[in-house]
Nanobody, 119 residues
Framework: QVQLAESGGGLVQTGDSLRLSCVAS????????MGWFRQAPGKEREFVAG????????DYAEFVKGRFTISRENAKNTVYLQMNSLKSEDTAVYYC????????????WGQGTQVTVSS
């Protein structure tokens, strides 16, 4: 079965950086669009960034443009989220997700990794 495992979260201070990783198994990784989402306490889950299977098509939420970078290594079945200049409002559980070819929605989700930014 498909499994997505995030890692790299933690407690940091405002202005610090973190790199999240998500390792996928049970799917042909290079065919899947990968995304990062986040959910803060009391808020709905929101899109952060997405990357196509060939890494050509990338998009970001406005609130992370210029600070976060999504990338992937298909040989390692891994997608990354490099987060720089972290703000307290970036505090959330971060999830990676996978969307198959032709699919409208992200069908597979990881368990999430907590990112806490203290001011």
């Amino acid at each position: 079965q498909v499994q997505l495992a995030e890692s790299g979260g933690g407690l940091v201070q405002t202005g610090d950086s973190l790199r999240l990783s998500c390792v996928a198994s049970g799917l042909t990784f290079r065919f899947y669009r990968m995304g990062w989402f986040r959910q803060a306490p009391g808020k709905e889950r929101e899109f952060v960034a997405g990357i196509s299977g060939n890494a050509i098509d990338i998009d970001y939420a406005e609130f992370v443009k210029g600070r976060f970078t999504i990338s992937r290594e298909n040989a390692k079945n891994t997608v990354y989220l490099q987060m720089n200049s972290l703000k307290s409002e970036d505090t959330a559980v971060y999830y990676c997700a996978a969307k198959g070819p032709g699919a409208q929605n992200y069908a597979y989700w990881g368990q999430g990794t907590q990112v806490t930014v203290s001011s």
